[in-house]
């Protein structure tokens, strides 16, 4: 299998020292050519014998990684390790589900909340998708899949905040809405202080529909200025669902939400994909844990990987 280097990327940070040694660079990615084969894959997939698994890679500054080869990966399950068969850079169109939250709680906050989105739609290209679903003590879904951001940054603009907060009836809603979706690359981003106290679902049901779906969820934690319990458990709450998916929870004060936006809408453009085919062939339907762990080249920092934690083995 032909292995080809991507090249680097960065945020706009200054690159640090140690950023030209090895096989990795962190460096500002050009665009891609015209013609470039698909990724194999959006999240964990199990294609016959074959699974895929997309594992985005970060920088201790939180930069995304490129460039890095199949050999500065490790791929365990249940603690067996796998022998990765086929390695690729996934940058392929995506549909984003835009999770908004308008609740009481937030307040001031909503003015920077509608500057992140802003920011991340900055990320998007043509080929892309998004919808729009707000939650106070219920969940809207305010704009149906649409590649017109224009049209979901119009509607957060008459946004106002009240009433409770129903996150993860907001997340449910979103998932089923996800399916309408052709895109094989599938993602939410929640932007809440994740103070659940008014949802019909429970943490336990949500977790069952994301353990049968192929949705990254991306969280950006707008915390601070509440006392109850709920919303003392908001970090807890998003971490938990959004770790569960291969994706990951972005905590910051409302003057780095747009910056945090800009790099989740990056990040999620730039995932490795490592293949390979299990050792137990079993086909019993059980829960496969997967693990992944970076062998960084001579030179680079220890670097930090996010991926799906596991996936349900198909059935005879």
Request: glycine residues 8%; proline residues 7%.
């Amino acid at each position: 299998m032909l292995l080809q280097r991507i090249a680097g990327l960065a945020l706009g940070l200054a690159l640090m020292p140690w950023a030209s040694f090895g096989q990795a660079t962190i460096e500002r990615r050009p665009k891609p050519p015209a013609k470039q084969d698909p990724a194999p894959s959006a999240n964990i997939r199990v294609e016959t014998n074959l699974v895929l698994v997309p594992v985005a890679v970060n920088d201790p500054l939180n930069r995304p990684v490129s460039g890095l080869e199949k050999e500065n990966f490790r791929l365990f399950e249940d603690k067996v390790e796998q022998k990765i068969t086929q390695f690729a850079m996934d940058d392929e169109p995506v549909a984003v589900g835009l999770v908004f939250d308008t609740s009481g709680s937030m307040g001031e906050k909503l003015r920077r909340s509608r500057m992140a989105a802003k920011e991340f739609f900055r990320t998007a290209n043509p080929e892309d998708e998004f919808f729009l679903v707000e939650f106070d003590s219920k969940p809207r879904l305010e704009v149906q899949l649409t590649s017109d951001t224009g049209t979901i940054e119009n509607q957060l603009t008459f946004s106002k905040s009240h009433g409770s907060t129903a996150l993860l009836d907001a997340i449910y809603m979103a998932l089923h809405e996800m399916k309408r979706s052709k895109k094989n690359k599938k993602a939410l981003l929640v932007i809440s202080d994740g103070g659940d106290n008014n949802s019909r679902y429970t943490v336990t049901e949500v977790r069952r529909v994301l353990l049968e779906s192929d949705v990254l969820i991306y969280a950006i934690g707008v915390f601070g200025g509440g006392s109850t319990p709920e919303e003392a458990g908001g970090p807890g709450l998003l971490t938990h669902i959004a770790e569960q998916t291969g994706g990951r929870l972005f905590m910051a004060n409302v003057a780095e939400l747009p910056d945090m936006a800009k790099k989740i809408g990056i990040e999620l453009r730039n995932r490795y994909v490592l293949g390979y085919a299990p050792s137990n062939p079993a086909r019993d339907g059980k829960y496969r844990h997967i693990t992944v762990v970076m062998a960084p080249p001579r030179g680079l920092p220890k670097l930090q990987a996010h991926w799906r934690l596991g996936y349900n083995a198909p059935v005879e």
